[in-house]
C-alpha cells in the first residue's frame, strides 16, 4: 500500500521550526505529507520567571498546539538547552528518532548559525541522516525501530537573520513562496505565547511576530513575492540530489509553480 511522504522538521528548540519553515510545512501538509515537527530541547532555559522544570512542560504544550493547528505530530528528543553536543550517544538518540520517524524529507538547522544548539543539531541530524539506514548501526534503545531504507533528502533553514557567525549572508539554494499560508504560520508562531509575551515585556511591542514578517518578506522581496523561506540542500555524497521538496511543493523555487506541477505524493509503497 502507497503512504504520504513523511516529513521531518528538527530543530533546536521550540519555535526555531516556526520561525525558519513553517510556511513551507503548512504546504506540505496541505500536499498531503505527514508531518513531524521535533525539538531537540523543550527550551527549559527560556525564561526568567519559571523554573526549567516549569517552562519545559509550558513550551512543550505551546509547540504541540502549534503542530497541532496544522495536524502535525509534535515530539521533544529531550536534550537540554545549551547542553546539546555532537557525540556518540546524541547522535544514536538522533537516529532512533529519524528511524521512528522514517522521513523521506528532513528540515533542519543550519551549519552555521549564532549558538552552538542550532549549530550541533545541524551536524547531529546531517550524521543521524548517514547512520539511520546503517543496519549495523544500533542505537542502543530497548526497542530499536527499524533502519531507514534510504539517506533522506535533507535541507538547512535559515540561520537567525541569515548570516553566519560573522555576520556574512549564508548562501541559499531556493525560496518557498509561503505568502498564501503566512497567516497561518503567524498563528503558529502565536501559539508560542510564553516567548511572544517576554519578548512583549522586554520591548514593549510585539516583537515576536514582527521579526518573523520582516524576515518573511525580505525573503519574498528577493524572489518577487509577499512571504518567502528559504533553505540550501546538504548535497553531500551519498546524499539524495534531487529536489523532492520543490517536487511536492510544485514550485520552482524561484516563487513561480513549477513547469511540472506537483508530484504525486504517494512515492513508494512499503
Ligand atoms: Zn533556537
Known sequence: MSQPIRVL?????PDDVEFQCG??????????????????????????????????????????????????????????????????????????????????????A??????????????????????????NYTTRQWEPAPPLEKIPHLYFVDPVEGVDRDGRPVPVDFHVDISRVFPTKRAMLACHA???????????????????GKWGMQRGGEIGVAFAEAFRQYRGHPYPQGNLLLQVLGQDGRGKPAETGPVIISLHSR
Open 110 to 135: 543550519p551549519p552555521s548559525d549564532y549558538m552552538a544548539d542550532h549549530e550541533m543539531t545541524s551536524l547531529l541530524v546531517r550524521d543521524a541522516c548517514f547512520a539511520a539506514p546503517c543496519p
Open 23 to 108: 510556511g513551507t510545512l503548512i504546504l506540505l501538509r496541505e500536499a498531503g505529507c505527514q508531518v513531524t515537527i521535533a525539538t531537540m530541547t523543550p527550551g527549559d532555559c527560556g525564561s526568567a520567571e519559571h523554573d526549567a522544570l516549569a517552562i519545559s512542560a509550558i513550551r512543550r504544550e505551546e509547540a504541540r498546539m502549534s503542530a497541532e493547528l496544522i495536524g502535525a505530530e509534535y515530539l521533544c528528543l529531550e536534550f537540554r538547552d545549551l547542553a546539546i553536543f555532537n557525540d556518540d550517544e546524541s547522535r544514536r538518540r538522533v537516529t532512533e528518532a529519524l528511524r521512528r520517524i522514517q522521513p523521506e524529507i528532513i528540515l533542519t
Open 194 to 212: 510564553s516567548q511572544r509575551d517576554w519578548l512583549l515585556r522586554q520591548h514593549g511591542m510585539d516583537e515576536y511576530l514582527n521579526v518573523q
Open 9 to 13: 522538521a528538527l530543530h533546536a528548540h
